[in-house]
């Protein structure tokens, strides 16, 4: 644990970061301007709060130090005499109220007004005063009896003990008020000259540095204390900050999304309207409604650019999707489907495809599976882009899966499974990313915009599933989406006509079902028995 005022040594700290770095060099070069400013060592923030607290003891324990001056001015009367007792009560007493007055100025000051070094001084004077006058009435003639001997050594231990607790946070005002005190009994003891006298000297002597040592640690653990509430308010100060900065960034990242989906909703109407006339007229110029093309090459030329805008208007779909999943305004349809009906639709979309490639697709489907609450938009959309993406990286004479079953807790799955390259297993997070594409699918000649598969992953979370990715480098790979046991419409059994109930007979009581209920438990006994 590190001394208080002591400065971490920046060399030895193991390797950190650049910022932590900073700002440790940071808090080094302001201590070290902190203590050139400072008479005591220490911060001038830490001067102030050790004055304050030590106006504050004075000031709890006026009452107390009364009473205390009082009771000893009343016992060295027995052997001082009523005169010099009540001069030496009088003068002790004025000394402590100045003290006191002395510390309510102090403590009314504001902060910004109080000077620590001219205060600390004020502080240690009177705590010098204090501690003569105090010495004064512990002096006496030599070959004093033993009952004033033990009155010096106790008074003495009883005026270092509460001097060193209450200036314990200003150590000079602990040394200046109990010094002389200690010397002048010290003294006294040694002038008798006889052995008990030297090991009474002995005692006070050492009682002293006890309480001098009990000082000091009272002074080590209130600046420690200082010092660790100063870290905590710098720390809160730094979160504050870095909140202020981060709810900042927020609102800069929440208004750019808001004008990113402003700019991609005007962007669709503006692409769409021209691409609606783009696919119109194409389609008329493939179809060759009007009449055939003389030259055959047209035909060929208007069946690309049909294609191309059919694959423009799906790109631009899927961004708007992703955008609006991204902003959270993706709404859920939600109704009762079929998951094995909608992947049997897929697949009879998408056979056509994969036939013309060559891929055998299987399907696996466990009979009497239940319907699903969810979306079935949602759901369609999912199958087709896993499917989409299965029949693109899939060789020829390749083979693709589909699945559909139970999940171990109750669920549906949806398992789309295929023996193409496979992914490294470094860039899957990089597939499920918005734009992401991996090396395999930069090298494929049929390259995509990166977002089938993380438009599926959203659309899974939105129903509360989960989308597992599994890939092994020119082995295959698999997705299989869950849906979770609550979306499954269980089956209810079905309702049955309510007993028909019969009017009661006039003069019969009318009975609540409650009460009909408990006649029909009770035993019937027959007349007799």
Same mark, same amino acid.
């Given at each position: 644990?590190?001394?208080?005022?002591?400065?971490?040594? =920046?060399?030895? $700290?193991? *390797?950190?970061?650049?910022?932590?770095?900073?700002?440790?060099?940071?808090?080094?070069?302001?201590? %070290?301007?902190?203590? +050139?400013?400072?008479?005591?060592?220490?911060?001038?923030?830490?001067?102030?709060?050790?004055?304050?607290?030590?106006?504050?003891?004075?000031?709890?324990?006026?009452?107390?130090?009364?009473?205390?001056?009082?009771?000893?001015?009343?016992?060295?009367?027995?052997?001082?005499?009523?005169?010099?007792?009540?001069?030496?009560?009088?003068?002790?007493?004025?000394?402590?109220?100045?003290?006191?007055?002395?510390?309510?100025?102090?403590?009314?000051?504001?902060?910004?007004?109080?000077?620590?070094?001219?205060?600390?001084?004020?502080?240690?004077?009177?705590?010098?005063?204090?501690?003569?006058?105090?010495?004064?009435?512990?002096?006496?003639?030599?070959?004093?009896?033993?009952?004033?001997?033990?009155? #010096?050594?106790?008074?003495?231990?009883?005026?270092?003990?509460?001097?060193?607790?209450?200036?314990?946070?200003?150590?000079?005002?602990?040394?200046?008020?109990?010094?002389?005190?200690?010397?002048?009994?010290?003294?006294?003891?040694?002038?008798?000259?006889?052995?008990?006298?030297?090991?009474?000297?002995?005692?006070?002597?050492?009682?002293?540095?006890?309480?001098?040592?009990?000082?000091?640690?009272?002074?080590?653990?209130?600046?420690?204390? =200082?010092?660790?509430?100063?870290?905590?308010?710098?720390?809160?100060?730094?979160? /504050?900050?870095?909140?202020?900065?981060? @709810?900042?960034?927020?609102?800069?990242?929440?208004?750019?999304?808001?004008?990113?989906?402003?700019?991609?909703?005007?962007?669709?109407?503006? +692409?769409?309207?021209?691409?609606?006339?783009?696919?119109?007229?194409?389609?008329? #110029?493939?179809? /060759?409604?009007?009449?055939?093309?003389?030259? *055959? %090459?047209?035909?060929?030329?208007?069946?690309?650019?049909?294609?191309?805008?059919?694959?423009?208007?799906?790109?631009?779909?899927?961004?708007? @999707?992703?955008?609006?999943? /991204?902003?959270?305004?993706?709404?859920?349809?939600?109704?009762?489907?079929?998951?094995?009906?909608?992947?049997?639709?897929?697949?009879?979309?998408?056979? =056509?495809?994969?036939?013309?490639?060559?891929?055998?697709?299987?399907?696996?489907?466990?009979?009497?599976?239940?319907?699903?609450?969810?979306?079935?938009?949602?759901?369609?959309?999912?199958?087709?882009?896993?499917?989409?993406? %299965?029949?693109?990286?899939? *060789?020829?004479?390749?083979?693709?899966? $589909?699945?559909?079953?139970?999940?171990?807790?109750?669920?549906?799955?949806?398992?789309?499974?295929?023996?193409?390259?496979?992914?490294?297993?470094?860039?899957?997070?990089?597939? =499920?990313?918005?734009?992401?594409?991996?090396?395999?699918?930069?090298?494929?000649?049929?390259?995509?915009?990166?977002?089938? $598969?993380?438009?599926?992953?959203?659309?899974?979370?939105?129903?509360?599933?989960?989308?597992?990715?599994?890939?092994?480098?020119?082995?295959?790979?698999?997705?299989?989406?869950?849906?979770?046991?609550?979306?499954?419409?269980?089956?209810?059994?079905?309702?049955?006509?309510?007993?028909?109930?019969? *009017?009661?007979?006039?003069?019969?009581?009318?009975?609540?079902?409650?009460?009909?209920?408990?006649?029909?438990?009770?035993?019937?006994?027959?007349?007799?028995?």
């Amino acid at each position: 644990m590190p001394v208080p005022g002591e400065q971490p040594d =920046l060399t030895a $700290l193991p *390797p950190v970061t650049s910022p932590v770095k900073r700002r440790l060099a940071a808090q080094y070069v302001r201590e %070290a301007r902190d203590r +050139l400013t400072s008479s005591s060592g220490t911060r001038p923030a830490f001067d102030y709060e050790l004055l304050r607290q030590y106006a504050q003891n004075r000031l709890s324990a006026s009452l107390v130090m009364l009473l205390l001056v009082a009771t000893i001015g009343f016992l060295s009367s027995l052997w001082t005499g009523a005169v010099a007792a009540g001069a030496w009560t009088a003068s002790v007493l004025v000394i402590h109220a100045v003290m006191v007055t002395t510390c309510r100025r102090f403590l009314e000051q504001p902060t910004s007004e109080a000077t620590a070094h001219q205060w600390r001084l004020r502080f240690i004077m009177l705590d010098l005063f204090y501690g003569l006058a105090w010495m004064f009435i512990l002096i006496h003639p030599v070959g004093t009896d033993d009952s004033s001997s033990t009155f #010096m050594l106790f008074v003495m231990l009883l005026v270092v003990a509460v001097s060193s607790m209450l200036a314990s946070s200003l150590p000079m005002a602990v040394f200046a008020a109990t010094f002389p005190v200690t010397a002048a009994v010290a003294l006294n003891f040694v002038l008798q000259a006889t052995l008990r006298d030297y090991i009474l000297a002995i005692m006070a002597v050492t009682a002293q540095g006890y309480f001098a040592v009990l000082a000091y640690r009272l002074y080590s653990t209130t600046l420690a204390t =200082l010092v660790a509430r100063a870290e905590k308010d710098a720390l809160i100060g730094e979160l /504050e900050q870095a909140k202020a900065i981060s @709810d900042e960034a927020r609102q800069r990242a929440e208004a750019a999304n808001i004008s990113k989906s402003r700019f991609l909703a005007q962007m669709s109407h503006e +692409l769409r309207t021209p691409l609606n006339a783009i696919l119109g007229f194409s389609e008329v #110029m493939k179809t /060759e409604v009007f009449g055939e093309h003389a030259v *055959p %090459a047209y035909k060929e030329y208007s069946a690309d650019i049909h294609n191309s805008g059919v694959h423009l208007l799906g790109l631009i779909n899927e961004i708007l @999707d992703l955008s609006r999943i /991204e902003a959270g305004r993706y709404e859920l349809n939600e109704e009762s489907v079929s998951l094995v009906g909608i992947v049997e639709d897929c697949h009879h979309l998408l056979k =056509l495809r994969a036939t013309n490639r060559g891929i055998t697709m299987h399907e696996v489907y466990e009979p009497d599976l239940p319907r699903l609450w969810a979306d079935e938009r949602a759901i369609r959309q999912i199958c087709l882009n896993l499917l989409s993406n %299965a029949i693109k990286f899939t *060789p020829q004479a390749g083979d693709i899966w $589909l699945k559909v079953g139970w999940t171990a807790s109750g669920g549906q799955y949806m398992s789309v499974k295929d023996t193409g390259p496979g992914i490294p297993e470094e860039e899957i997070p990089i597939v =499920l990313a918005s734009f992401g594409q991996g090396s395999n699918s930069i090298k494929s000649a049929e390259q995509g915009a990166g977002l089938g $598969l993380p438009i599926a992953k959203s659309l899974t979370d939105l129903h509360g599933g989960t989308f597992v990715f599994k890939s092994k480098l020119r082995i295959g790979t698999e997705v299989v989406v869950t849906f979770p046991p609550e979306r499954v419409v269980a089956a209810m059994a079905p309702m049955t006509d309510a007993p028909s109930i019969t *009017p009661p007979a006039p003069g019969e009581p009318i009975l609540t079902p409650d009460e009909r209920r408990r006649l029909s438990r009770r035993p019937l006994f027959r007349a007799g028995t």
